[in-house]
């Protein structure tokens, strides 16, 4: 399935427009993909390049490989989405704006809860399902905002 249209269905789904500030419309999705997208390829070292939106295909059936790009910028796009209740996030081109959830997701993804003080690979997301990666993003982030929870 292409990536467009899986997180349109995912968007459209969950009734996120009004915490997002943003339509529930394919293109209001494609620009925010797009903009993930080019927040990842900033990130890459070397000269990097992730075909357009339209061209990327999700690996499907729940599958989940960090070597398609389209299933990491679906992953950061529903939890960025799902977590954010700031509908003026997304029309904030600032460091402060969307750019900052979708940064943080990103280190999280890769380095884990502490992705602040550590850049450990083998702390970040590990998984092959896009279900189990979505959780274990999802508890890092949690885990990453109450850094001395239990004390």
Not at 74 to 89: M, T
Not at 104 to 114: D, R
Request: glycine share 8%; net charge negative.
């Amino acid at each position: 399935m292409r990536l467009l249209e899986f997180s349109y269905q995912f968007y459209k789904s969950g009734n996120y427009a009004l915490p997002n500030g943003v339509p529930c419309t394919e293109e209001s999705v494609r620009r925010m993909l797009d903009n993930i997208r080019q927040q990842l390829m900033s990130g890459m070292k070397g000269p990097a390049s992730i075909p357009a939106i339209e061209d990327l295909e999700v690996t499907g059936n729940d599958l989940f490989t960090l070597e398609n790009p389209a299933d990491l910028l679906a992953l950061i796009f529903q939890e960025v989405v799902e977590d954010n209740g700031n509908p003026s996030l997304w029309s904030d081109h600032s460091l402060n704006g969307w750019r900052a959830l979708v940064g943080t997701a990103f280190s999280i993804f890769f380095y884990g809860a502490n992705a602040a003080f550590s850049s450990n690979l083998a702390e970040g997301v590990q998984a092959d399902k896009f279900s189990v990666a979505k959780a274990q993003l999802k508890s890092f982030i949690y885990q990453s905002r109450n850094l001395f929870s239990g004390y």
